[in-house]
Antibody, heavy 122, light 111 residues
Framework: QVQLQESGPGLVKPSETLSLTCTVSGGSINTYYWSWSWIRQPPGKGLEWIGYIFYSGTTTYSPPLKSRVTMSVDTSKNQFSLNLSSVTAADTAVYYC??????????????WGLGTMVTVSS | QSALTQPRSVSGSPGQSVTISCTGTSSDVGAYNYVSWYQQHPGKAPKLIIYDVNKRPSGVPDRFSGSRSANTASLTISGLQAEDEADYYCCSYAGTYTFEVFGTGTKVTAL
């Protein structure tokens, strides 16, 4: 059974870069019908999609965050990563990695990691 | 990129049916058969309960059902149970520019 686990610093200073990694276990990241996404949730608020990456390295980012987001994939480690630059307090959130099922007839985030809280503060 | 609109809260007695609406536009909910719903218990990660408007993943009870009419999708919980108390979020594909948009979220309470 595929499982996802986020890892990274829980505290980031304003203006610095937030970096997180998601490790995929129980299955390969090299899959055609799934891409790998990041989603965040500020405290007490709703979910916000950040972007996704295929095993090939192809990426798509949310327009409001596009200028600050970079995602990468390491197929040898079965991991994918998120970098969010120039962070502010508004970037404080629980960050989830999720598997995105993408076919011609289906589209959904079918497996989620447990999430990791990232606080932006000096 | 506006979030899909959901009621802030809905409630019902155990055994009753409750329905959560998710209103979007002709560019997202009304345009694609890619509406999904997620259940989130406090402090937990979201869980997929409905995808492609009305499909249920394996293991999800059949008391959860999804539907859509024009630009509004709906999630119905038939026979509300105490463990269904949670936040629920809809999500829709919105094309190759916006890509994915979530709903504002609805808190379901079993009275």
């Amino acid at each position: 059974q595929v499982q996802l686990q986020e890892s990274g610093p829980g505290l980031v200073k304003p203006s610095e870069t937030l970096s997180l990694t998601c490790t995929v276990s129980g299955g390969s990241i090299n899959t055609y019908y799934w891409s790998w996404s990041w989603i965040r949730q500020p405290p007490g608020k709703g979910l916000e999609w950040i972007g996704y990456i295929f095993y090939s390295g192809t990426t798509t980012y949310s327009p409001p965050l596009k200028s600050r987001v970079t995602m990468s994939v390491d197929t040898s480690k079965n991991q994918f990563s998120l970098n969010l630059s120039s962070v502010t307090a508004a970037d404080t959130a629980v960050y989830y990695c999720a598997r995105l099922l993408m076919t011609s007839s289906s589209f959904a985030f079918d497996i989620w990691g447990l999430g990791t809280m990232v606080t932006v503060s000096s | 990129q506006s979030a899909l609109t959901q009621p802030r809260s809905v409630s019902g007695s155990p055994g009753q049916s409750v329905t959560i609406s998710c209103t979007g536009t002709s560019s997202d909910v009304g345009a694609y058969n890619y509406v999904s719903w997620y259940q989130q218990h406090p402090g937990k990660a979201p869980k997929l309960i409905i995808y492609d408007v009305n499909k249920r993943p394996s293991g999800v009870p059949d008391r959860f059902s999804g539907s859509r009419s024009a630009n509004t999708a709906s999630l119905t919980i038939s026979g509300l149970q105490a463990e269904d108390e949670a936040d629920y979020y809809c999500c829709s594909y919105a094309g190759t520019y916006t890509f994915e948009v979530f709903g504002t979220g609805t808190k379901v309470t079993a009275l």
